[in-house]
C-alpha cells in the first residue's frame, strides 16, 4: 500500500524523511537517546546518522509490504518532528493491527502521543477497515495507560507473557 498524510488538526502525520528538504535523522537520534524512551523501546538503538537513515528505510519498507504503516508526527508549519505512531503487525486478512506511539521528550506531556494515535486509528478502522486494534505496554508506563484510556481502548489486562523487560506486559483492545 501507498504511504498516506493524516491532517491530525494540531499535528500532521507523514512519512519519516531524511532528504534535502526534510531530515528527521537528528531528532529521531535525540528521542531514542532519552532515557525514559530507551527504558521501554529495547529493539532500536539510533547513534548515528547511518542507523537513523536505516530506520528511515525499515519503516518505509514496511510500509511497502503491508506489515507496518508509521507517520511521523509532525508540527504543521515546520514538518519538525514531534513523535512516531504506527500500526504494526498488520493483519490485512484478519483486520488486526497493534497500535505504537512515542513522544519526543520535548514534546511530552502536550497531547501529542492521544492526538496522533486517534488519527492513526482513524485511518486504520476507516482507511484500510480494521475491525481490531491492540495496544500493549510495560505495566509501570502510566502514561501509556493514560493515552490508551483517552483514545478509546478497553483495558484487557496483563498478557502471560512479559515484555522484555521481564515487567507485566498490559493488554488493551479497541474495536470498530
Keep these: 500500500m501507498e504511504p498516506v498524510e493524516i491532517n491530525a488538526g494540531a499535528y500532521y502525520l507523514r512519512q519519516l ?10 531528532a529521531l537520534m535525540e528521542a531514542f537517546a532519552d532515557p525514559e524512551h530507551k527504558r ?42 514531534l513523535g512516531e505512531v504506527g500500526l504494526r503487525d498488520l493483519d490485512l486478512t484478519f483486520d488486526t493491527a497493534e497500535a505504537s506511539v512515542w513522544t519526543h521528550p520535548t514534546e511530552r ?28 505496554h ?10 490508551a484510556a483517552k483514545c478509546g481502548f478497553a483495558y484487557v489486562g496483563p498478557e502471560r507473557t512479559p515484555a522484555p523487560t521481564g515487567e507485566p506486559l498490559i493488554r488493551w483492545i479497541r474495536k470498530a
Excluded at 18 to 26: G, I, K, N, P, Q
Excluded at 60 to 75: K, L, P
Excluded at 138 to 147: G, I, L, P, R
Design 109 to 136: 506531556g502536550k497531547g501529542v502521543a492521544s492526538t496522533a494515535l486517534s488519527a492513526a486509528l482513524r485511518y486504520g478502522f476507516g482507511g484500510l477497515g480494521l475491525q481490531e486494534i491492540s495496544y500493549r
Design 138 to 147: 510495560e505495566e509501570s508506563n502510566v502514561v501509556s495507560a493514560s493515552v
Design 40 to 81: 521501554y523501546v529495547l529493539n532500536y538503538r539510533l547513534r548515528t546518522l547511518d542507523e537513523a537513515t536505516e530506520y528511515i528505510a525499515l519503516r518505509t519498507a514496511q510500509w511497502s509490504c503491508d506489515e507496518r504503516c508509521s507517520w511521523a508526527v509532525a508540527e504543521p508549519t515546520t514538518g519538525r518532528l
Design 17 to 26: 524523511r531524511a532528504d534535502r528538504h526534510l531530515d528527521d535523522r537528528a
